[in-house]
């Protein structure tokens, strides 16, 4: 299940250095593993950094750079290749692994990389430290660090905390009437608050989402 796999997402970033206060940075579509990776550097107190998967590779490269992340995740090759060109200077500034859901081609020496599949096979799952070190984080903790569209100027880096989403949740609860027997049709990419708060909503109430 989801609880699952972010509790060996978590001690895979935690293996490869992922500490409090770094960031992960993800350039991939919706999916679970984009979830688990992002919940498991926030159980780590990391920051984790969205880009939406549309974003050409010269905006995300700017992004990228700004970030200075210590682990990247993408989905695909074609994802990848966006950033390839700055990997080694990425490098230079702290990244250390590379985790995707396809296999990938020219990573830098030194660099990590490494399918979902064969990333999480190799740490051993701990659910009871993982739900202490969950039940741990603060409401002031990072949630995700976010990029603005950038259509009146340099795209703008927007730090959320927990707090935030718990007060998504709290207010989506009370406008939108849904409960656990309702099935939701999510739309938005995870790059964008809106997809965060509607995917967070439905694991607070246990409604099931169609994506």
């Not at 997402?9 to 350039?27: I, K, N, S």
């Not at 027997?181 to 099931?208: E, N, R």
Request: include cysteine.
């Amino acid at each position: 299940g989801l609880r699952d796999l972010t509790a060996r997402a978590l001690a895979w970033l935690e293996a490869v250095g992922v500490r409090a206060g770094d960031r992960v940075l993800l350039l991939a579509e919706n999916s679970p593993e984009w979830q688990a990776v992002a919940v498991a550097a926030q159980t780590l107190q990391a920051e984790p950094a969205a880009l939406f998967a549309s974003l050409a590779a010269l905006p995300a490269q700017e992004i990228a750079r700004r970030v200075s992340p210590r682990v990247l995740f993408v989905s695909t090759e074609a994802q990848w290749q966006k950033l390839a060109p700055i990997a080694e200077e990425l490098a230079r500034g702290g990244l250390r692994a590379v985790l995707s859901t396809a296999p990938l081609t020219g990573a830098p020496a030194g660099v990590i990389a490494r399918t979902v599949a064969a990333a999480l096979a190799e740490v051993a799952l701990d659910r009871e430290d993982f739900e202490a070190r969950a039940r741990a984080v603060a409401e002031t903790d990072p949630f995700l660090l976010l990029f603005t569209s950038g259509t009146t100027g340099r795209q703008k880096g927007v730090r959320l905390c927990q707090r935030a989403i718990v007060t998504a949740i709290e207010g989506g609860a009370t406008v939108t009437g849904t409960d656990e027997h309702d099935i939701g049709l999510h739309l938005l990419p995870f790059g964008h608050i809106a997809g965060h708060d509607q995917y967070s909503l439905a694991l607070a109430q246990g409604h099931g989402l169609i994506m």
